[in-house]
C-alpha cells in the first residue's frame, strides 16, 4: 500500500523555483488502480517517478508499505525495483540492439535468476501478452502495440507488487490503445496487481478503479470515475 | 508471469521482503530469494553472464562504425608503439652486437681509463710520457731524439704504444672488479700499436701502424680473441704466457702473406705466428694478438714513455645475467670512480653515424610519435564512449528504472569498451608485426661510426716538409674513427606484445572508465526525460 503524505516536489530552473508536484497526500491500497489524468506539464509524471523511487521528494513522505522510500539507499530502491514496481512507458524504452525475448529477460537480471528458468519465464510472459511468435524479433521489426506489450511483459516478468505505467497508449492508435488498455486491466486483474497508471485520456482513465486528477501539482481524486465527464 | 488465478498478494509480499535481501544484491549472492508465489528461485551466481556477453556482441554490432573508429584509432597508436619498440630494440641488439665486435661475444661492461694528465699520453714531454723528436730534412743526415738521448743517421723506430684515448689500469683493478656480487669474470686486456717508421738521409717512409691486443691467456672467453674463430694453427696456451708468439687476423694475415710459423716484428722483437684467427664481419679486429704479459713488458706510454708492466688499459667485464649489468656497472663506478664504465646503452652516445641518427629516430621522433598517436586514440575512444553512453541515457535510465544497478551497467559498458580495446589491440599487434617486417625488409644496413684510438698519427711540420716531424702523444697522438656495419632488424619480442595488450586494455578501460563516469552522473528520471 502506498501512502503519500504532504508530497511536494521542487524543481529549480534558473533562478526560479517550479513546484511540479505540491503538498500531495494520497493512499493507493494493495489491488488498487488509480489512473491520474491531468494536463501536460501538471505533475503527473513526477508523481509516477516518485512512487517508483526514481525522484525524490522535496517534501513529505512516500512510503510503500510502511518503507519510507525517501529514507532508502540507492541501492535498496534498485533492489525494490528490480523486485516490488514494474514500469510502462509511453516511448516502450526498449532496447533496441536485444530481441523482445532479450528485452524481457533484462528484467530478470537483476535478480540473479539462472539463465533456464529466466527463459522459461520469459516465454510465459511474452506468451501471456500474446507474442510468443515474436520473441526473436527486434523492436525495429515489431509495431507499436507490439513493443508496448513487450514492455508489459517485461514490467510483470518479474512479478511484482506494482505496476505504474506513465502514458502507456500515448503513441498508439485508438484500436491498439483499446488492446493494450483491455490487456493492462486482464493483467491487473488476474495478478493482482496494485497499478497507477498515467493518461492524459479520459476514456482510457475511466477504465480504472479510481481516478486522480493533478493540476498545477495539486491532486484530488475522485473515488467514482463514472462521474467524469 | 504467473498465469491467471495466481494473485501473489495473497501471500501477504510486502516490500519488506524486498529490503531483507541480501545486502550484496539479488545478483550477486548465492541465496534464495522468495517470489511472489511463495516458490523459492535458486539465484545463481553470474546468472547473466550470458545476457553480458549477448548484449555486448548486439551493442559492438549497433555501433560498429563508431566501434571500429575506436578500434582503428587503438590499433594504430598500438601498432606505432610495437613498430616503434621493436625498431628501438633492434637498435638496441645493434649496439649490443656493435660492443660485442668490439669487445667480444661475452662482454657485457668495458672499463677504460682516460689518460691522466702527465701519463705520456696528453703530450709531448708531459710527466710520465717521452719526448720524441726527429729532425732533419732531404739530403740532411735524420737525428732521432727519445727522451732527450739524441742518435744521428738512418734507424728504424718501432714502438709499441697504448693508444691516446685509454690510459693504464692497474692489473690488480681486474681482481677488484672479478670479486663484485654480480660480476662472473674480468680480463684485462691491452689495446696497443706497434708504430714503425724508417728514418734516413734520402726519405722519410710513411709509417706503419699494426694493432696489437694483449690477451689475458687466463680469461680467453672474455675480450676481442672470445668472438675470433681459429682458421689455421692452434691458440694460445697457458706456457704461451712470456712466449713471443702472436695470433695474426686472417685478413691482415693474407694481406702481408703470413702464416703458421712465419715471424713478425713488433716493438723490434720478433714474434712467431702460431694461428690464424677469422673475426665477424661487422667487427673491426686487431691485427695481431699476442700474450698479455708480453705486450705488458714491451708496451709504453707514447715513445719513450713508462712501461706498461702491470698495467692493462681495458677491462672486460661478463656479469652474472644481463639484468645486472647496470648494477655492476655503477659498483665499478663507485670502485673506480674516475673510470669509462662502458655498457651496450651507454655505448649509443657513443656511437655516431647511422646507427646512432637511427637509435636517436627510435628513441626520440618514434617514441613521441607513438605517445601522441595513443594519447590522441585514447582521447577520441574516451570522447566517443562518453558520446556514446550520453545517446544511451534513456536506455539505462530505462534499465536502472527495471531494477539494473549502476554497476551492472557500468559493467556492460566497461565490458564494450575493453572488447573495443581488445580488437583493437589485436589489429595494433598485427599492424605492428608489420611494420617490422616493413623496417627488416627496407632498413639499409647501418654504420656504426666510434671515435677509436689509433694510435700515432703522423704529422710533419714545416714548409716543403723539412723542419722536424714529430711523433708524440697527445697532440700528435691521435684518435681515429671506426666504421663498423652493422644489420639493423627490428625485434618484436613477448614483452613488446605484452605491452601492447596491456595498452588495449588500458586504452579501453579508460575509455570505459569516462562512459562509467558519465553513468554515475545520470540520474534515472532526467534520463528516462531523455528524448532520443
Redesign the interface.
Known sequence: MYTLTNVTRLYQKGRHTVPAVRDVSLEIPDGDWLAIQGRTGHGKTTLLQLLGGLDHPTAGKVELDGKNLGRMREAQLTKLRAVSIGFVFQTFNLVQTLTAADNVEAALIPLGIGWAERRHRTAEALDSVGLSDRARHLPSELSGGQQQRVAIARALVKEPKVLLADEPTGNLDEDTREDIISLLEKLWRQLGLTMVLVTHETVIARRARRIAVMNKGRIAVRQDPSSQA | ??????????TG???????S?APG?????NSH?T???GAP?????G??R??FL??MV??L??RARQATVIGLGLALGIGLVITVSAAAAGVKNAQASVLHALYGVGTDITVTHPPKRGSGLLGPGAKGGGTFQIQGGPGQNPKVCVNNKCSTGAQTLDNLITTANNGPLSYSDVDKIAKLAHVKAAAGGLVLTDNKVTVSSASLTPPTQVSVQGVDLAHENLGPLSSAALKSGRTFGTTDASSHVALVDSDYATANRLQVGSHITIAKKAFTVIGTVTQAEASNPPNVYIPLAVAQALGTQGPGGQSLKGYVNTIYVTTASTADISTVQKEIKALLPSATVTTPSSLASEINGSLGSAAKLAGDLGTWLSILVLVAAFAVAGLLTMSAVARRA??F??????????R?IVGQVMGESLAIGLIGGAFGIGLGVAGAAIIDAIAPNLTATIITDAGLRFAQGGPGGAGPVAFGPGGTLGSTTQNIPVHWSATVTLGVIGLAVLLAVVGGLLAGALGSWRISQL???DA??RVD
Not at chain 2, 508471469?1 to 495473497?10: F, I, V
Not at chain 2, 528461485?41 to 551466481?45: E, G, S
Not at chain 2, 535510465?397 to 549502476?406: F, N, P, Q
Open positions: 508471469m504467473r498465469q491467471p488465478g495466481c494473485n501473489r498478494h495473497a509480499r510486502s516490500v519488506d521482503q524486498t529490503q535481501a544484491g539479488p545478483d550477486e549472492s530469494m517470489t511472489t508465489t528461485v535458486t539465484r545463481a551466481v546468472g547473466g550470458s545476457f549477448k548484449y548486439r551493442e554490432g549497433r534513456r536506455e535510465g530505462t534499465l536502472k528504472a527495471i531494477g539494473w544497478r549502476s551492472r540520474n534515472p528520471a528516462l526525460a
